[in-house]
């Protein structure tokens, strides 16, 4: 059942895949044309990304995908576009798993796997969350309507090590402290889940996808 909304709606969509190696931006799409029928959804590479992009594009809403690799094989220079989209857009930014990451760098936070299980390269050996978890969260921001205990799609390796300044905790749970963010007086928010892998039994996905597209 889609969701109606009284305002045109077009969402900047941020691949962050290398060479759109990773699934995170086809499923975001993929959600939201199913929520929302007709919605503008304009999907670009990070590398393309910049604040005069966004400035005549107009988007009424960003959203960041998650990554396809280690954060380590990103160039700083390829992440400077986005990086300056995050920090100056006046438009709601939704960073999901690792456009949260991707955000806390932004502001000089640290990134890094959860832990090291056994000796390896990249995420090779590392621990990884992943599946249907619960988490807590605040019920303000992406969050608002929903019960402070849910259940919501995981599959990542890293997690943002330390709160940005100006950022407060949102949503945690016991693998992960910084489940979720929000920057201070903006429209900025990090989520580590993947809200558009929601079903049936665990649905509140489909609310944070739809609490966004409302802000």
């Known amino acids: 059942e889609a969701i109606l909304f009284e305002v045109t709606l077009?969402?900047?969509?941020?691949?962050?895949?290398?060479?759109?190696q990773g699934a995170s931006p086809r499923?975001?799409?993929?959600?939201?044309?199913?929520?929302?029928?007709?919605?503008?959804?304009?999907t670009e590479p990070f590398h393309n990304?910049?604040?005069?992009?966004?400035r005549s594009l107009r988007p009424s809403h960003i959203i960041l995908s998650g990554q396809s690799h280690p954060w380590e094989n990103y160039s700083a220079e390829s992440l400077a576009g986005v990086f300056d989209v995050i920090k100056r857009a006046?438009?709601?930014i939704?960073?999901?798993?690792?456009?949260?990451?991707?955000?806390?760098?932004?502001?000089?936070?640290?990134?890094g796997l959860m832990e090291r299980l056994e000796p390896g390269e990249g995420y090779n050996?590392?621990?990884?969350?992943?599946?249907f978890l619960p988490i807590e969260n605040t019920g303000e921001g992406v969050f608002k309507g929903l019960p402070s205990e849910?259940?919501?799609?995981?599959?990542?390796?890293d997690e943002v090590k330390e709160l940005p300044d100006g950022f407060r905790i949102t949503a945690s749970n016991e693998t992960c402290r910084i489940q979720a963010m929000q920057q201070k007086g903006r429209r900025l928010y990090g989520i580590q889940f993947h809200p558009e892998l929601f079903d049936e039994q665990y649905p509140?996905?489909?609310?944070?996808?739809?609490?966004?597209l409302k802000l």
Not at 10 to 20: A, E, W
Not at 125 to 131: C, L, N, P, V, Y
Not at 204 to 212: A, L, M, P, Y
């Open 10 to 20: 077009l969402v900047y969509l941020i691949d962050n895949t290398i060479d759109g």
């Open 27 to 42: 499923e975001i799409r993929a959600v939201l044309g199913r929520l929302i029928p007709g919605l503008e959804i304009l």
């Open 49 to 54: 990304v910049s604040l005069e992009r966004v």
């Open 90 to 92: 006046s438009q709601p």
């Open 94 to 111: 939704l960073g999901v798993c690792g456009g949260h990451q991707q955000i806390a760098i932004a502001y000089g936070a640290k990134v």
């Open 125 to 131: 050996g590392a621990k990884r969350e992943r599946g």
């Open 150 to 157: 849910i259940t919501v799609w995981h599959n990542h390796c």
């Open 204 to 212: 509140e996905g489909r609310q944070i996808v739809e609490n966004f």
